[in-house]
């Protein structure tokens, strides 16, 4: 059971270039998010994807596509990749559970774009 | 805007004391509110949830929580340097929206 795993751990990338964050989760979850995580401003939600086909905004989706591919995965593009989204990507998924979405983390891709 | 607010520490308390950890949020109609912890360069893991007013204990870890004064707490007993970390709080504002505070960092000094 590897609960959410992320791909890639590390990467970088020039201005302008493109690329797709992976996520996936085995623990049959509902719920996906993406966060960023940058110093200083802790966490902030780029997209959420409650269940399998739909997904929403968050406090940062500009510059940022999400596909909800099927129930496990959830991936996260840069089409146009800029210096101010260099920081730490999370995935997470949630399900209910004793009355609240208890979120599990995937262990971060480290993204700097120069 | 949705705001979380946590003082950046750190906060420095000696192995086997209480440790005070507090929150702040703006949005009064938020639903209920997290505590995760970080270790560097790891990912955030899920201390323990609230979402009524008043106390909730999860072994050395008590949440509080007063609504009217928009206020959340983390206290933790016994505390170990193990316990030396960044904690988060976060808050769901509505649906799945989440809204994480800075974080704060602590040090168990053994």
């Known amino acids: 059971n590897a609960g959410v795993t992320q791909t890639p751990k590390f990467q970088v990338l020039k201005t302008g270039q493109s690329m797709t964050l992976q996520c996936a989760q085995d623990m049959n979850h509902n719920s996906m998010y993406w966060y960023r995580q940058d110093p200083g401003m802790g966490l902030r939600l780029i997209y959420y994807?409650?269940?399998?086909?739909?997904?929403d905004k968050g406090e940062v989706p500009n510059g940022y596509n999400v596909s909800r591919l099927n129930k496990r995965e959830f991936s996260l593009r840069l089409e146009s990749a800029a210096p101010s989204q260099t920081s730490v990507y999370f995935c997470?998924?949630?399900?209910?559970?004793?009355?609240?979405?208890?979120?599990?983390f995937g262990p971060g891709t480290r993204l700097t774009v120069t | 805007q949705k705001e979380v607010e946590q003082n950046s520490g750190p906060l420095s308390v000696p192995e086997g004391a209480i440790a005070s950890l507090n929150c702040t949020y703006s949005?009064?109609?938020?639903?209920?509110f997290f505590w995760y912890r970080q270790y560097s360069g790891k990912s955030p893991e899920l201390i323990m949830f609230i979402y009524s007013n008043g106390d909730k204990e999860d072994g050395r870890f008590t949440a509080q929580l007063n609504k009217a004064s928009q206020y959340v707490s983390l206290l933790i007993r016994d505390s170990q340097p193990s316990d030396s970390a960044t904690y988060l709080c976060?808050?769901?504002?509505?649906?799945?929206?989440?809204?994480f505070g800075p974080g704060t960092r602590l040090s168990v000094l053994p």
């Open positions: 997470a998924s949630s399900d209910l559970a004793g009355g609240e979405y208890e979120q599990y």
């Open positions: 994807s409650a269940s399998e086909g739909t997904t």
């Open positions: 949005d009064r109609g938020s639903q209920s």
């Open positions: 976060a808050v769901r504002v509505y649906g799945q929206n989440f809204v």
